[in-house]
């Protein structure tokens, strides 16, 4: 795959060193191939067709679009068990324009593996000549072996029969030209009963079925966290992300395929967001034919630059790569990615936004920055988290108020919070973030240079002598071991006569 292809961006650093793998499942072990050598996963059939046998392990044959390929046991080519999941998976593998089918359980996924990730094996000079397994791996919660193509097919005995799908392709290339261009993998998968493809090198991960976090905010697109190379990656509800309705679901189990979003988290690294998925059905390549993209039939927003394909004679969803990673709305929701050591898992959606109260009603925290201060809000109070850039009625001279906006149809006073504490506000209204609070029954809003983290730890308060008003009246202390300043409904009042209230 060519540095082109990948993700469009001219110079990512994790992805220039690291390698997209397709994960294939066997015998209770994880199985990495290179993504480009798969060119396709079919179901496994009730029954194979008989084939010549050449090796203990070839378990016969199987017709795919006109071609009789032969099918390994990769199980038994392992040393290992069986495929025996009557519901499993063949998948195409292809080195130099030969082809072979793998018998294997499952289909995990695609995954990005680094290089650091990597334990490289070395065989003695008398090992077979045939070194399958190149290398093992750990990456996050997946573990496995790495096999090489190339010894795959060099393997004794081995049948490899033409790429005929290859074949026909260059033949339409020399027809019809720009059609045959190389388009790549895609992971075919579906959410809520919808057919959906992304290409294979948008994607950064798969992550099986697992329990989702709650999410820290009242949001319609962000479900919850999922845990992925210990982070807590914001999961979002994939249907309403492309404009197709909504999962319909509370947070529980869900699998999701993990992309880059445009931006970064709090610490400076590339954001991420999980889609929620209902599970993997395939790798492959998608037809060459001109795809209908929706925006040529009225759709707008990012939806209109997903394309609606033909595979297998049912319709599929080809996402668009570059639409999803600058969503706004993907992009506000990835920047609130922390570390899994600072996600909240214990206290229940109802139980946090049922407080609704000023402090002492909660031990979990949004933690935030303006300037170079670092301030925490009782979670419970947060009512939303917004773009900054909103469309407001500017109120010059009504300090603290700096404007106004609707918000759920309702007028949301919004607070210069960055000169009401002494401090200074230093991203622009475009990449600062509006946070709307509800304290005693009042709503107000105010922009944040960043959001940080949710912390669940004990609020310290303090006895606030007259001469020692500089120091907050209440604290937490997170365990990055920094202090933050808790804010309380004092700091979100309006002047007395305001005719502004929420």
Do not use: K
């Amino acid at each position: 795959m060519s540095r082109s292809d990948d993700w469009g961006s001219p110079a990512d650093a994790a992805t220039a060193t690291s390698r997209l793998y397709g994960l294939l499942r066997v015998a209770d072990i994880t199985v990495a191939m290179p993504a480009a050598a798969i060119r396709e996963v079919v179901p496994r059939p009730a029954a194979l067709f008989p084939f010549p046998l050449t090796r203990p392990d070839l378990a016969g044959a199987i017709e795919v679009r006109g071609a009789i390929i032969p099918v390994i046991d990769m199980g038994l080519m392992l040393g290992l068990a069986p495929a025996s999941a009557q519901d499993g998976i063949v998948a195409i593998v292809r080195d130099q324009g030969r082809v072979v089918g793998l018998l294997l359980d499952a289909i995990m996924g695609i995954g990005r593996l680094p290089e650091d990730a990597m334990g490289h094996l070395h065989y003695p000079d008398d090992a077979p000549l045939h070194r399958l397994a190149t290398a093992g791996f750990l990456h996050g919660e997946t573990r496995g072996i790495v096999l090489d193509p190339a010894q795959l097919s060099a393997m004794p005995g081995l049948p490899l029969v033409p790429d005929s799908l290859a074949t026909r392709r260059q033949d339409e290339g020399g027809r019809g030209g720009e059609r045959a261009a190389d388009r790549g993998n895609c992971l075919l998968f579906r959410t809520s009963g919808h057919r959906v493809a992304l290409d294979a090198h948008a994607i950064v991960a798969t992550l099986p079925e697992s329990a989702l976090t709650v999410p820290p905010v009242d949001n319609d697109l962000w479900l919850g966290s999922l845990g992925w190379n210990g982070m807590a990656v914001p999961a979002v509800d994939t249907l309403r992300l492309i404009g197709l309705g909504s999962l319909g679901r509370a947070p529980g189990r869900c699998a999701a395929v993990v992309i880059h979003v445009d931006g970064h988290t709090a610490a400076g690294e590339r954001a991420c967001a999980a889609l929620l998925i209902d599970g993997v059905d395939d790798i492959r390549q998608l037809p060459r034919h001109a795809p209908a993209a929706l925006g040529t039939i009225g759709v707008s927003g990012t939806g209109a630059a997903h394309a609606l394909v033909d595979v297998d004679g049912q319709p599929v969803l080809h996402l668009d790569p570059r639409a999803l990673s600058a969503d706004p709305r993907l992009v506000d929701v990835a920047a609130m990615q922390v570390p899994l050591g600072n996600t909240e898992t214990n206290a229940t959606a109802g139980e946090e936004r049922s407080a609704r109260a000023g402090l002492g009603t909660t031990d979990a925290w949004l933690t935030f920055r303006l300037g170079e201060s670092r301030y925490a809000l009782p979670l419970a109070a947060v009512e939303a988290v917004l773009p900054g850039q909103q469309a407001m009625l500017p109120m010059a001279g009504q300090f603290p108020l700096s404007g106004v906006f609707l918000h759920r149809n309702r007028p949301t006073p919004v607070i210069d919070l960055a000169i009401r504490l002494g401090c200074a506000r230093l991203a622009a209204d475009d990449t600062a973030i509006m946070v709307v609070v509800d304290m005693e029954g009042q709503r107000r809003a105010f922009l944040a240079d960043m959001l940080c983290s949710v912390e669940r730890v004990p609020l310290q308060t303090l006895r606030v002598q007259a001469s020692s008003r500089q120091l907050p009246a209440a604290t937490i202390r997170c365990r990055a071991n920094e202090t933050w300043e808790v804010l309380g409904p004092q700091a979100f009042a309006l002047a007395e006569g305001s005719a502004l209230v929420a």
